[in-house]
């Protein structure tokens, strides 16, 4: 399985950037996607995941800013991220999780997850 993130940069504060993540080696359509950052410790927080382009969740901190989004037909999620702040500077990284009920929603805990993106860094300034 690989999950290779890019899109990362350097913008000022309210500036906008798009993550992609491009999967292979798994079967994409079954399994949740989501977005981590690493936090000061290093230990990944969860910012987005999705199950459907109408079935996502956000982290309280980012919604309203940033849309996670899926084309299973590239096998792509993306993470539209609007309106930056510099407490969003992190490495993002994607992950997978397999869907393993239909009734699941969208794991945020990051043992839920078994697939890990090598990340990409985000830098903010003020």
């Known amino acids: 399985v690989q999950l290779q993130a890019s899109g990362g940069g350097s913008v000022q504060a309210g500036g906008s950037l798009r993550l992609s993540c491009a999967a292979s080696g798994l079967f994409f359509g079954s399994n949740f996607m989501a977005w981590f950052r690493q936090g000061p410790g290093g230990q990944p927080l969860f910012v987005a995941g999705?199950?459907?382009?109408?079935?996502?969740r956000y982290a309280d901190s980012v919604k309203g800013r940033f849309t996670i989004s899926r084309d299973n037909a590239k096998n792509t999620v993306y993470l539209q991220m609007n309106s930056l702040k510099p407490e969003d500077t992190a490495v993002y990284v994607c992950?997978?999780?397999?869907?393993?009920?239909?009734?699941?929603?969208?794991?945020?805990?990051?043992?839920?997850?078994?697939?890990w993106g090598q990340g990409t860094q985000v830098t903010v300034s003020s």
């Open positions: 992950a997978a999780a397999p869907i393993r009920s239909i009734l699941a929603t969208v794991p945020i805990e990051e043992s839920q997850y078994n697939n």
């Open positions: 999705i199950r459907r382009n109408d079935n996502t």
